[in-house]
């Protein structure tokens, strides 16, 4: 193993350690940050994250406020309790965790959250923002990704940067982002209908592999000295992750993303900093103890 690790666990905890401070100066101020989520179905995976963010919320002293729904929900339910999180003056911020069941009008689920309590920074509104470059809450994993590499010294200014993967949470916000004056790379988006992935991933300094395809960045395709993110979660057998990351990878990559461990946990805490963000300029209406 040559490649340097991009903790994620550690630069969360540093992020989550900062947010405690943040958040008692808020209680201090008589303001209590919410973070609401809406789980609609009985996803294995999806109910671990879920439970992982009011695991984070608890640590830094935000409260939880937890709404589910079963897989058999309709479309009208499932709005009846966005608008019940978006009147709730106890919630400063909320998600809907994704994916919803098939048959479920996502897009349409999504829209009708306020935009002001939008803690994945997903609705279209915030994303209309982040492409006028007006302030907005930020999506959680593109966010998280770069703070990660800022927190260890990876140059992104001028880096020829490809993201693999073109999905709402990553792949679609990641090269926003990127290319953002504050971040300044070139980015490159790959997709299954790219034609020589192995050739554009070869000139990359940064990888971020969000396709959800177990091993497809391989270790010949990567320049030496790379920073590659491995951002993929699929399941073998037993249910242990395999990341989008050969693990020979880590023989030639400068830095390596471990998978569990790296992105996942920069996720949740960028969750929780919109959340004590959107308290901070007032989201969420009177929330004031008592
Ligand atoms: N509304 C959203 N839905 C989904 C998002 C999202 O950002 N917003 N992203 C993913 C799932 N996700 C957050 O919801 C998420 C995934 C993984 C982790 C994480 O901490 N993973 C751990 C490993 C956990 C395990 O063992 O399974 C790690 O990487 O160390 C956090 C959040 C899709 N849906």
Do not use: F
Request: aromatic residues 2%.
């Amino acid at each position: 193993m040559t490649a340097q690790i991009l903790d994620g666990k550690a630069t969360a905890a540093a992020i989550k350690s900062d947010l405690t401070a943040r958040v008692a100066a808020l209680k201090e101020k008589g303001v209590v940050p919410g973070l609401g989520t809406l789980l609609v179905g009985d996803d294995p995976g999806s109910q671990k994250y879920v439970a992982g963010k009011h695991r984070d919320c608890a640590q830094v002293g935000i409260a939880s406020i937890q709404r589910e729904l079963p897989a058999s929900a309709s479309q009208q339910e499932i709005e009846a309790v966005v608008h019940e999180l978006n009147a709730d003056p106890s919630c400063t911020g909320y998600i809907v965790q994704l994916p919803l069941p098939k048959g479920i009008d996502e897009n349409r689920v999504l829209e009708l959250m306020d935009p002001a309590k939008d803690a994945d920074g997903l609705h279209p509104t915030n994303l209309g923002r982040l492409v006028l470059g007006e302030p907005a809450p930020l999506p959680c994993t593109p966010y998280g990704i770069i703070r990660l590499l800022r927190r260890h010294g990876v140059e992104i200014k001028g880096a020829d940067v490809v993201v693999v993967g073109r999905g709402v949470t990553i792949g679609r916000p990641m090269p926003l982002l990127l290319t953002r004056r504050s971040e300044n790379a070139t980015v490159t988006q790959c997709h299954t209908a790219t034609r020589d992935l192995a050739a554009h991933l070869r000139r990359a300094d940064i990888i971020v592999a969000a396709a959800g395809v177990p091993h497809l960045i391989r270790p010949e395709d990567v320049k030496p000295g790379a920073a590659v993110l491995d951002v993929g979660v699929s399941r073998d057998g037993n249910g242990k992750i395999v990341g989008d990351v050969h693990p020979g990878v880590a023989e030639v990559a400068g830095w390596l993303s471990p998978n569990p461990g790296g992105v996942g946990p920069m996720t949740r805490a960028q969750l929780l900093v919109n959340v004590v963000e959107a308290a901070e300029r007032g989201a969420g209406g009177d929330r004031r103890d008592g």
